[in-house]
């Protein structure tokens, strides 16, 4: 059953969703509440927790309803083609159908026979 915080929480979520400035985690786990220190360190825990999760399926913030939206959207050719476009891409999202984003992880100050070393090792798992 969630907290009064996690439903003020969800209610925060569901109205930042359509603000035209949106906050980040962080801002929106304080600005119910919780203290700087919680919002800075578990702004995602907070907001994934079981509690939060719930407050937002009664709202009706549901993936379902989320997918029921898509649909209307891609299938009333009323829609502009931008919106329809949009909609589309929601669901290739959710469906995997992007390659995944190439982040870089680290970076290193490496000598020369340091970056051959690591090159002759990457080439190795990638054959």
């Known amino acids: 059953m969630p907290t009064i915080r996690q439903k003020r ?3 925060a979520i569901i109205d930042n969703a359509v603000a035209e400035k949106p906050l980040n985690k962080q801002e929106l786990v304080a600005s119910v509440g919780y203290s700087e220190l919680s919002a800075d ?3 995602t825990e ?3 927790s079981i509690g ?3 407050a ?3 709202f009706g913030f549901t ?7 898509v649909a209307e959207i891609l299938l009333d050719p009323e829609t502009d ?3 329809r476009i949009n909609a589309a891409k929601e669901v290739f999202k959710v469906q995997g159908s992007y390659a995944p984003e190439k982040k870089l992880v680290g970076s290193f100050n490496l000598n020369d026979e340091q970056r051959d070393k690591a ?4 080439k190795r798992i990638v054959s």
Do not use: C, G, R
């Open 9 to 11: 929480l969800a209610k």
């Open 41 to 43: 360190k578990k702004a």
């Open 46 to 48: 907070i907001i994934e």
């Open 52 to 54: 939060t999760q719930e």
């Open 56 to 58: 937002l399926a009664d």
């Open 63 to 69: 993936e379902d309803n989320a997918k029921m939206v």
């Open 81 to 83: 083609k931008n919106t």
């Open 119 to 122: 090159k002759n090792a990457i």
